[in-house]
């Protein structure tokens, strides 16, 4: 079993910044990817970015240039660094783990509790 604790949502006005945290402890083997997820009122869950222990990354077209996935193995940590925020992406933002590198969230085996994020306009 792995579990995930996210920190750092919240709120941030359009333009602005957030910084997310996820920390996994429990069986970290089963972990090799780490990711996040989004899911907004009425829409389905969508990848926002994940990587692998090694860095290999996959980033959601709308991320791209503006979000940064990064991680820190020793501390088994992800972050998600989110810049020029848009007050469409207010959802909660979800931590996944799982062994193969995909945005099918169903490959994913461990998921967070969520961390509400509102981007004000």
């Known amino acids: 079993q792995v579990q995930l604790v996210e920190s750092g949502g919240g709120l941030a006005q359009a333009g602005g910044s957030l910084r997310l945290s996820c920390q996994a402890s429990?069986?970290?083997?089963?972990?090799?990817?780490m990711g996040w997820y989004r899911q907004a009122p009425g829409k389905e869950r969508e990848l926002v970015a994940t990587?692998?222990?090694?860095?290999?990354?996959i980033y959601a077209t709308s991320a791209r240039g503006r979000f940064t996935i990064s991680r820190d193995n020793a501390k088994n940590t992800v972050y998600l660094q989110m810049n020029s925020l848009k007050p469409e992406e207010t959802a909660v933002y979800y931590c996944?783990?799982?062994?193969?590198?995909?945005?099918?969230?169903?490959?994913?085996?461990?998921w967070g509790q969520g961390t509400q994020v509102t981007v004000s306009s």
């Open positions: 996944a783990a799982g062994r193969v590198l995909t945005s099918t969230s169903g490959m994913y085996d461990y």
């Open positions: 429990g069986s970290i083997f089963s972990a090799n990817v």
């Open positions: 990587i692998t222990t090694f860095g290999g990354t």
